[in-house]
Nanobody
Framework: VQLQASGGGLVQAGGSLTLSCAAS????????MGWYRQTPGKQRELVAQ???????NYGDSMKGRVTVSRDNAKNTMYLQMSNLEPEDTAVYYC????????????WGQGTLVTVSS
């Protein structure tokens, strides 16, 4: 399984950004796709997950400001982020897992989101 994240960039505080994660390869093993983020010196933390049938799981850090969605026909997951804060500056990674609430072994390369004040 290969995961390709894209859509990161520079945005002003209060702005919005949408990330994409495209899956390829043996996609039939993927049930759950998720977004995690990491800043230097901190552990990677959950932003959101979505299962193949649309069940979602949001982490506490961005809950209420993000929406995760998925286009199964395109094998692509999206993360719509709004009202971004400088503290949201991080590398955002996509992940493929078997079950909601778990972390899988497949990771994308990460996409950097920088929020300026």
């Amino acid at each position: 399984v290969q995961l390709q994240a894209s859509g990161g960039g520079l945005v002003q505080a209060g702005g919005s950004l949408t990330l994409s994660c495209a899956a390829s390869g043996n996609i039939f093993v993927i049930n759950v796709m998720g977004w995690y983020r990491q800043t230097p010196g901190k552990q990677r933390e959950l932003v959101a997950q979505i299962s193949h049938n649309g069940t979602t799981n949001y982490g506490d850090s961005m809950k209420g400001r993000v929406t995760v969605s998925r286009d199964n026909a395109k094998n692509t997951m999206y993360l719509q982020m709004s009202n971004l804060e400088p503290e949201d500056t991080a590398v955002y990674y996509c992940n493929a897992a078997k079950w909601i609430g778990t972390i899988g072994n497949y990771w994308g390369q990460g996409t950097l989101v920088t929020v300026s004040s």
